[in-house]
């Protein structure tokens, strides 16, 4: 057979290529190398408006500056499980159009997205910071695109949205006007299931909490530059939410904002209340006001609407006051007495107050305390260090929101407010140029007042998101994969070269996507699951890549291609989850033990895996092909052996180092906590292999079987114990990695009954039979 | 050594057969205490499963019932009862055991069968420090002892505090500088029998009630209590009657328990109303007084309430033989629950011991309570005694005063820690915490050692054999950082791990290495 006499030669015979052949895999790397090269080229907006230059803006999330990019990307992520929001697709009948258009007809029901068949279909989309910049500043718009993922079919019953929104195989997706209606009962809900245990909610309770959490993100967003406002009742004025010109009203702020503050906090000095919650009551009132149209301009007829509405709401309070907890008596009393003092006032100052409170102090009260984003950079005379903020002085970045309550006080509107104000007039009015001006003055005020380390943050984050260098490998990885067991079918050298060619570049792009994420971060490359799913297949990959370069058999590729695009699958998914470098909380916050415990046990993960995948390819290719030759076989279970060992030193030290990390921080250096046992099962099984192997308790077959165990134990270590529930240092639950879990035990669990099979079941068998059966350790 | 090469049990205990089946059932034993951990709490888990000799059948129990739970299989949850049950017997070989045989395999393979060469040098080496660490975790399990210190800032404390033991101190002045202090364990408490002691000067103890776990209750409290609790029954009769009503289709038995909901809500809901707003005021007030006329008194108080609230005359009335029965229910729990002493602060203000679960989590402690009585030269008192507070109560006996109380067990040391400053640091805009840290002044007279340390995650204090861990940063009720608890670990044994590691590592190196340079000569031969 060629191959297995080829992998016993001591170099590769190039000879054995003949002709055109021989240039085949340099072909292959050119066309891939040209494919990276053209991903790696700096971003460009399509259309008028910059996105791009938003998007590399910098501000303050969950602790970490990043740009608006990385925000768009993640939330569109958590929300729709993808980076892009078509604008087009199928009606129900088969004609393809815009989402408006087609939902006319029949009352929206059967909509569906491109299928993969209609080849001659390109549906215009958004991509995330465009989708980003409608949520932000135009919410009527946004409130219309099809994003939000709902699949629980009694969820949907439910909630009545069974045939509305837009299908994809089986996956719906709704408009945030759509999901309206259910925002305050999936609030409520989650409430209550956020009281249960991870492990013990079911399904649909699961689906339920995901739901309100996204809409809760997705509110959050909607919050943070503008103010929005909800519309949870039914509008009758059809008032739009979003701002018709935020610039023009930042303006008018600054300049009458002043006095109506201080009037107001006048009344509460006066009264004794707490304008917090005056605040509140107005936002509800201002809701109901706005549905029946725009405020009257006169004060006294404003004032009669008000005094009219808040009556009205205090009559039905009293009403349900037999009804009502002590909780809720308590604050019908504050209510009471907020009226009271209210309605004491003459009309005038009445409608002077309600000014002030619709039109300011509720609104971005409101804003502030639902706001996610952090986009006010600390002003540079409120920094008693100067102008340097380059260590990142990330505690005193500040919401939209209060920012402005502060700044109506002072009379002074700052400038990022300012201009974020022009960049939202000129996105709502279709002015592209303004908007790309607005941006560009801001960078340029940054760059100014002291803020080039976060400009350049973002920048290169930004950067780093645009050229994705996983995604790129996890492709190049899977070419690799499909010509390297290509090669074994018709045993050409061009293929395996060609694999052994793509994987090499792969790894090189691997290798700088995690280069760069160390730098962005500051952190040694595992902090968190996602970073251990991407440095797993990093390991993995590497030495896949030095067994093919030893034994040149195309085993080595195919284990590394598939390691590489299964792991980079899987963090593909993790990413589902948010920010993929998310702050670490306090104990974990080392580098020295995260530079050492947790790169040495992702090692011992990886060539765990490692050894499973190649015991994998053992048991396939000889019980369904023909091609693995004694010798083959013999190699392959010298690689196992050599593996196993390998993975026994680094997951034992591993394991070590993070008890001594654990003697470190938490006083004790072994606590039985379900991670460490996890890492413990590791270990233990990597010694029963290599006890088995010494005691010839087992041959290459059994090797095999056991190391295909390995993959189970070490999913289960990787995945599993953080899906209990418990433990110092799980990651959180992840029902759906669970499933998945599940069906990978399940399947090797069959590959063992199959490669325990007799041999001469195999395909393979007779030349098993036929070869020295002499086990080779 | 010699040993007979043909004897059975000689070659059962070197046998490598032996060493993979003792692997692979600790592989099992860890994989089950692992999943036992969640049902059992923690501390337990780890001790069926771990630090013992054999696993008993409740403690599998809950590792199956975890195990099926993670495959969608809904079971009966464990109750603290069941899992602290005394009747357990073995059924699975335990960590100890599986720890003793592969000792006994290693040392006998060793002196067996081995034979000292270089190119195994490195697995003598790895399983030298195998047994330095099994022997090492074994040292601590028995020895190290762990404690914790509560500080606020400007404290001074020479002592630590158990989490898990609890003791009855009984203190007294001697002279202006000193007391004399008399701590009973717990465990004396958990028995009927009268306690003594040279320094108490004839006074003598006996425990009349004692609870693992109990919250004690004033009135008030016992009355919010009982309503909370007929708000919840409510509550959940109500979610499971819409849980079923949902799910549409129904089995005879589930059909028959809605039917039975739809018929019990309605007084359900009632009692819970009635709870609410009507028995409060009447409760406690029958607390204090112990009227006799208590339907009458109700009944009046209720009419009245009727008439300031605009509720119908026959919804007010329909409430009656709901309330009637809620009334008899409670002066049953009154009275099971009402504990009665001569007196003390405590007993003044706690009238009732409302029992709770044994915690089991590893973050929870349980707060005993007893009823104790103090047989004194003069006369024989009963008083109640609670670790849920710290107050302490001054017992007189003729010319003699003693000053109680339960509080958690003290370790005292000879060197004390002062809170200078605390800090406690999150990210900004995030709930993650950033950063813990504790800067206390260190003060050991008989070291001569006065300094300024600070204590934080991942920097521990090394100080007379003991480790200060920073543990906890926990806030008062107004929300700034006031008090730092610190966890203090005396562990002799703590190094063990550390050699052994280090000499595992070597080994594995070591025989790593000599394969892979093995390998590579065969190859360059072929």
Same mark, same amino acid.
């Given at each position: 057979?060629?191959?297995?006499?080829?992998?016993?030669?001591?170099?590769?015979?190039?000879?054995?290529?003949?002709?055109?052949?021989?240039?085949?895999?340099?072909?292959?790397?050119?066309?891939?190398?040209?494919?990276?090269?053209?991903?790696?080229?700096?971003?460009?907006?399509?259309?008028?408006?910059?996105?791009?230059?938003?998007?590399?803006?910098?501000?303050?999330?969950?602790?970490?500056?990043?740009?608006?990019?990385?925000?768009?990307?993640?939330?569109?992520?958590?929300?729709?499980?993808?980076?892009?929001?078509?604008?087009?697709?199928?009606?129900?009948?088969?004609?393809?159009?815009?989402?408006?258009?087609?939902?006319?007809?029949?009352?929206?029901?059967?909509?569906?997205?491109?299928?993969?068949?209609?080849?001659?279909?390109?549906?215009?989309?958004?991509?995330?910071?465009?989708?980003?910049?409608?949520?932000?500043?135009?919410?009527?718009?946004?409130?219309?695109?099809?994003?939000?993922?709902?699949?629980?079919?009694?969820?949907?019953?439910?909630?009545?949205?069974?045939?509305?929104?837009?299908?994809?195989?089986?996956?719906?997706?709704?408009?945030?006007?759509?999901?309206?209606?259910?925002? =305050?009962?999936?609030?409520?809900?989650?409430?209550?299931?956020?009281?249960?245990?991870?492990a013990q909610r079911n399904p649909y309770e699961q689906s339920k909490y995901k739901l309100a959490h996204v809409l809760e993100l997705y509110v959050q967003l909607r919050h943070s530059l503008q103010p929005n406002r909800l519309d949870l009742g039914p509008r009758a004025g059809g008032v739009p939410s979003g701002v018709a010109d935020y610039a023009a009203d930042l303006k008018q702020l600054a300049r009458d904002g002043k006095q109506q503050a201080a009037a107001f906090d006048q009344f509460i000095k006066?009264?004794?209340?707490?304008?917090?919650?005056?605040?509140?009551?107005?936002?509800?009132?201002?809701?109901?006001?706005?549905?029946?149209? @725009?405020?009257?301009?006169?004060?006294?007829?404003?004032?009669?609407?008000?005094?009219?509405?808040?009556?009205?709401?205090?009559?039905?309070?009293?009403?349900?006051?037999?009804?009502?907890?002590?909780?809720?008596?308590?604050?019908?009393?504050?209510?009471?007495?907020?009226?009271?003092?209210?309605?004491?006032?003459?009309?005038?100052?009445?409608?002077?107050?309600?000014?002030?409170? =619709?039109?300011?102090?509720?609104?971005?009260?409101?804003?502030?305390?639902?706001?996610?984003?952090?986009?006010?950079?600390?002003?540079?005379?409120?920094?008693?260090?100067?102008?340097?903020?380059?260590?990142?002085?990330?505690?005193?970045?500040?919401?939209?929101?209060?920012?402005?309550?502060?700044?109506?006080?002072?009379?002074?509107?700052?400038?990022? &407010?300012?201009?974020?104000?022009?960049?939202?007039?000129?996105?709502?009015?279709?002015?592209?140029?303004?908007?790309?001006?607005?941006?560009?003055?801001?960078?340029?005020?940054?760059?100014?007042?002291?803020?080039?380390?976060?400009?350049?943050?973002?920048?290169?984050?930004?950067?780093?998101?645009?050229t994705a260098p996983f995604a790129r490998s996890m492709y190049l990885y899977l070419l690799a994969l499909l010509l390297a067991a290509f090669s074994w079918l018709n045993l050409s050298r061009w293929l395996m070269r060609s694999a052994f060619y793509l994987i090499g570049l792969a790894f090189l792009i691997h290798t700088a996507g995690l280069i760069a994420r160390m730098l962005l971060e500051g952190r040694p490359p595992v902090t968190n699951l996602y970073s251990s799913a991407v440095f797993v297949g990093?390991?993995?990959?590497?030495?896949?890549?030095?067994?093919?370069?030893?034994?040149?058999?195309?085993?080595?590729?195919?284990?590394?291609?598939?390691?590489?695009?299964?792991?980079?699958?899987?963090?593909?998914?993790?990413?589902?989850?948010?920010?993929?470098?998310?702050?670490?909380?306090?104990?974990?916050?080392?580098?020295?033990?995260?530079?050492?415990? &947790?790169?040495?046990?992702?090692?011992?993960?990886?060539?765990?895996?490692?050894?499973?995948?190649?015991?994998?390819?053992?048991?396939?290719?000889?019980?369904?092909?023909?091609?693995?030759?004694?010798?083959?076989?013999?190699?392959?279970?010298?690689?196992?052996?050599?593996?196993?060992?390998?993975?026994?030193?680094?997951?034992?030290?591993?394991?070590?180092?993070?008890?001594?990390?654990?003697?470190?921080?938490?006083?004790?250096?072994?606590?039985?906590?379900?991670?460490?046992?996890?890492?413990?099962?590791?270990?233990?099984?990597?010694?029963?292999?290599?006890?088995?192997?010494?005691?010839?308790?087992?041959?290459?077959?059994?090797?095999?079987?056991?190391?295909?165990?390995?993959?189970?134990?070490?999913?289960?270590?990787?995945?599993?114990?953080?899906?209990?529930?418990?433990?110092?240092?799980?990651?959180?639950?992840?029902?759906?990695?669970?499933?998945?879990?599940?069906?990978?035990?399940?399947?090797?669990?069959?590959?063992?009954?199959?490669?325990?099979?007799?041999?001469?079941?195999?395909?393979?068998?007779?030349?098993?039979?036929?070869?020295?059966?002499?086990?080779?350790? | 050594?010699?040993?007979?090469?043909?004897?059975?049990?000689?070659?059962?205990?070197?046998?490598?057969?032996?060493?993979?089946?003792?692997?692979?059932?600790?592989?099992?034993?860890?994989?089950?205490?692992?999943?036992?951990?969640?049902?059992?709490?923690?501390?337990?888990?780890?001790?069926?499963?771990?630090?013992?000799?054999?696993?008993?059948?409740?403690?599998?129990?809950?590792?199956?019932?975890?195990?099926?739970?993670?495959?969608?299989? @809904?079971?009966?949850?464990?109750?603290?009862?069941?899992?602290?049950?005394?009747?357990?017997?073995?059924?699975?070989?335990?960590?100890?055991?599986?720890?003793?045989?592969?000792?006994?395999?290693?040392?006998?393979?060793?002196?067996?069968?081995?034979?000292?060469?270089?190119?195994?040098?490195?697995?003598?080496?790895?399983?030298?420090?195998?047994?330095?660490?099994?022997?090492?975790?074994?040292?601590?399990?028995?020895?190290?002892?762990?404690?914790?210190?509560?500080?606020?800032?400007?404290?001074?404390?020479?002592?630590?505090?158990?989490?898990?033991?609890?003791?009855?101190?009984?203190?007294?002045?001697?002279?202006?500088?000193?007391?004399?202090?008399?701590?009973?364990?717990?465990?004396?408490?958990?028995?009927?029998?009268?306690?003594?002691?040279?320094?108490?000067?004839?006074?003598?103890?006996?425990?009349?009630?004692?609870?693992?776990?109990?919250?004690?209750?004033?009135?008030?409290?016992?009355?919010?209590?009982?309503?909370?609790?007929?708000?919840?029954?409510?509550?959940?009769?109500?979610?499971?009657?819409?849980?079923?009503?949902?799910?549409?289709?129904?089995?005879?038995?589930?059909?028959?328990?809605?039917?039975?909901?739809?018929?019990?809500?309605?007084?359900?809901?009632?009692?819970?109303?009635?709870?609410?707003?009507?028995?409060?005021?009447?409760?406690?007030?029958?607390?204090?007084?112990?009227?006799?006329?208590?339907?009458?008194?109700? =009944?009046?108080?209720?009419?009245?309430?009727?008439?300031?609230?605009?509720?119908?005359?026959?919804?007010?009335?329909?409430?009656?033989?709901?309330?009637? @029965?809620?009334?008899?229910?409670?002066?049953?729990?009154?009275?099971?629950?009402?504990?009665?002493?001569?007196?003390?602060?405590?007993?003044?203000?706690?009238?009732f011991v409302v029992p709770l679960p044994p915690a089991l989590a590893s973050d929870q402690r349980n707060f005993p309570a007893a009823v104790i009585e103090i047989k004194g030269a003069t006369a024989s008192t009963k008083w109640l005694v609670t670790c849920q507070t710290e107050l302490t109560q001054r017992v007189d006996d003729g010319n003699k005063t003693y000053h109680i109380s339960l509080r958690p067990a003290r370790h005292y040391k000879e060197h004390s820690l002062s809170l200078v400053d605390l800090?406690?640091?999150?990210?900004?805009?995030?709930?993650?915490?950033?950063?813990?840290?504790?800067?206390?002044?260190?003060?050991?007279?008989?070291?001569?050692?006065?300094?300024?340390?600070?204590?934080?995650?991942?920097?521990?204090?090394?100080?007379?054999?003991?480790?200060?861990?920073?543990?906890?940063?926990?806030?008062?009720?107004?929300?700034?950082?006031?008090?730092?608890?610190?966890?203090?670990?005396?562990?002799?044994?703590?190094?063990?791990?550390?050699?052994?590691?280090?000499?595992?590592?070597?080994?594995?190196?070591?025989?790593?290495?000599?394969?892979?340079?093995?390998?590579?000569?065969?190859?360059?031969?072929?």
């Open positions: 057979m060629n191959t297995d006499k080829v992998s016993d030669q001591k170099t590769p015979a190039p000879a054995a290529e003949q002709g055109w052949t021989r240039w085949l895999p340099w072909v292959v790397l050119i066309l891939a190398a040209l494919y990276i090269v053209g991903a790696a080229q700096p971003p460009k907006a399509k259309g008028d408006f910059d996105y791009v230059a938003f998007g590399r803006l910098p501000m303050l999330l969950n602790g970490r500056i990043k740009p608006l990019d990385t925000v768009a990307r993640t939330s569109l992520l958590q929300i729709a499980g993808q980076q892009k929001v078509p604008l087009e697709g199928n009606g129900p009948d088969r004609t393809w159009g815009e989402w408006d258009e087609l939902q006319k007809a029949d009352g929206g029901r059967g909509l569906y997205f491109r299928k993969w068949y209609q080849f001659g279909k390109r549906p215009k989309s958004l991509s995330s910071t465009p989708w980003l910049m409608e949520v932000l500043m135009r919410p009527d718009v946004a409130d219309t695109r099809f994003v939000f993922r709902v699949h629980h079919p009694e969820l949907l019953r439910e909630m009545g949205l069974e045939e509305k929104g837009v299908d994809q195989s089986g996956l719906r997706f709704y408009s945030f006007n759509q999901m309206r209606p259910h925002l =305050l009962s999936l609030h409520r809900e989650k409430e209550r299931i956020g009281k249960i245990p991870d006066e009264s004794g209340q707490h304008a917090g919650f005056f605040s509140t009551m107005f936002q509800h009132v201002g809701d109901r006001l706005l549905e029946q149209g @725009a405020l009257p301009a006169e004060d006294e007829a404003l004032a009669a609407l008000l005094v009219k509405d808040l009556t009205a709401v205090r009559d039905g309070n009293r009403e349900r006051l037999p009804d009502m907890s002590p909780a809720e008596r308590e604050q019908y009393q504050q209510v009471e007495s907020a009226l009271a003092a209210f309605l004491t006032l003459d009309p005038s100052r009445q409608a002077g107050l309600a000014r002030h409170l =619709l039109s300011v102090q509720s609104r971005y009260q409101t804003m502030d305390s639902r706001a996610n984003l952090l986009l006010i950079p600390p002003m540079p005379d409120d920094d008693h260090t100067g102008h340097d903020h380059s260590d990142g002085h990330t505690h005193s970045w500040t919401k939209t929101g209060a920012t402005v309550l502060t700044a109506v006080r002072t009379g002074k509107m700052p400038e990022p &407010v300012t201009a974020y104000g022009a960049m939202s007039t000129a996105f709502v009015q279709g002015k592209p140029g303004d908007f790309n001006t607005a941006v560009l003055l801001y960078v340029s005020w940054l760059h100014g007042n002291g803020f080039q380390a976060a400009l350049d943050k973002g920048r290169k984050e930004h950067y780093f998101n645009h990093w390991g993995s990959v590497l030495l896949g890549w030095i067994l093919e370069r030893v034994f040149r058999n195309g085993i080595g590729s195919c284990t590394a291609g598939a390691i590489g695009f299964t792991t980079l699958i899987i963090a593909d998914h993790l990413a589902l989850e948010g920010d993929t470098m998310e702050m670490m909380r306090a104990v974990l916050d080392t580098n020295f033990w995260l530079a050492t415990h &947790v790169t040495c046990i992702t090692i011992g993960y990886a060539s765990t895996f490692l050894a499973g995948f190649l015991a994998l390819v053992y048991v396939l290719r000889g019980t369904l092909t023909r091609t693995l030759s004694a010798e083959t076989a013999q190699s392959l279970a010298r690689m196992v052996y050599g593996i196993v060992c390998f993975a026994m030193l680094f997951s034992f030290v591993g394991t070590v180092l993070g008890g001594i990390w654990a003697d470190q921080s938490w006083g004790r250096f072994w606590g039985w906590d379900a991670k460490e046992n996890g890492a413990l099962l590791i270990v233990i099984w990597n010694a029963l292999i290599l006890h088995c192997r010494w005691g010839r308790l087992v041959r290459d077959r059994g090797l095999m079987n056991l190391a295909i165990f390995g993959n189970v134990v070490t999913a289960w270590s990787w995945f599993g114990v953080n899906m209990l529930g418990i433990g110092l240092h799980s990651y959180g639950f992840m029902d759906e990695a669970f499933n998945t879990l599940k069906w990978f035990g399940f399947s090797h669990i069959l590959l063992i009954v199959v490669g325990s099979l007799p041999l001469h079941y195999w395909a393979s068998g007779k030349e098993l039979l036929a070869g020295p059966s002499q086990p080779s350790a | 050594m010699a040993m007979n090469n043909n004897n059975i049990i000689v070659k059962l205990f070197t046998s490598l057969k032996l060493t993979v089946a003792l692997l692979a059932i600790s592989l099992a034993i860890v994989f089950l205490g692992t999943m036992a951990q969640e049902p059992l709490g923690q501390k337990i888990a780890v001790e069926r499963f771990f630090q013992s000799f054999f696993v008993d059948q409740v403690a599998m129990e809950a590792a199956y019932i975890k195990t099926v739970q993670i495959f969608g299989v @809904a079971t009966e949850p464990l109750s603290p009862e069941r899992i602290l049950e005394a009747k357990r017997w073995p059924v699975f070989p335990g960590g100890y055991l599986i720890g003793v045989l592969l000792l006994i395999n290693l040392l006998s393979a060793h002196a067996q069968r081995f034979t000292f060469t270089w190119k195994k040098g490195g697995i003598f080496l790895t399983h030298i420090g195998i047994i330095l660490l099994l022997l090492g975790q074994l040292l601590t399990d028995l020895l190290s002892q762990e404690s914790f210190v509560h500080m606020e800032r400007g404290d001074r404390r020479h002592f630590s505090v158990s989490f898990d033991n609890n003791e009855l101190v009984l203190l007294s002045h001697v002279n202006a500088q000193s007391n004399r202090v008399v701590a009973i364990p717990e465990s004396l408490l958990e028995r009927t029998a009268e306690v003594t002691h040279p320094d108490l000067d004839g006074l003598k103890i006996r425990s009349l009630q004692h609870w693992v776990n109990a919250a004690p209750k004033s009135a008030r409290q016992f009355v919010d209590w009982f309503s909370e609790k007929q708000t919840d029954r409510f509550n959940d009769r109500e979610r499971r009657k819409v849980q079923l009503e949902k799910r549409g289709k129904l089995g005879k038995a589930e059909q028959a328990e809605l039917d039975q909901l739809t018929a019990d809500l309605p007084e359900l809901q009632q009692r819970q109303f009635f709870a609410q707003f009507f028995a409060r005021d009447f409760y406690i007030a029958r607390a204090k007084e112990e009227t006799a006329e208590e339907l009458k008194e109700l =009944l009046e108080m209720f009419r009245k309430r009727v008439e300031e609230v605009p509720l119908s005359e026959a919804k007010a009335n329909s409430f009656k033989p709901a309330i009637l @029965a809620m009334m008899k229910e409670w002066e049953a729990v009154a009275a099971r629950h009402a504990v009665k002493v001569d007196g003390g602060r405590l007993g003044d203000f706690y009238k800090k406690y640091e999150k990210y900004a805009g995030t709930e993650t915490p950033k950063n813990f840290e504790s800067i206390v002044l260190l003060d050991d007279a008989k070291a001569n050692v006065q300094r300024k340390v600070s204590i934080s995650m991942n920097a521990p204090l090394r100080h007379d054999g003991l480790t200060y861990y920073q543990y906890q940063m926990n806030q008062n009720q107004l929300g700034s950082t006031s008090q730092t608890v610190l966890q203090v670990v005396r562990n002799p044994g703590w190094l063990t791990p550390y050699f052994a590691c280090l000499i595992v590592a070597l080994g594995l190196i070591y025989q790593f290495l000599i394969h892979l340079v093995g390998f590579a000569r065969k190859r360059r031969s072929t």
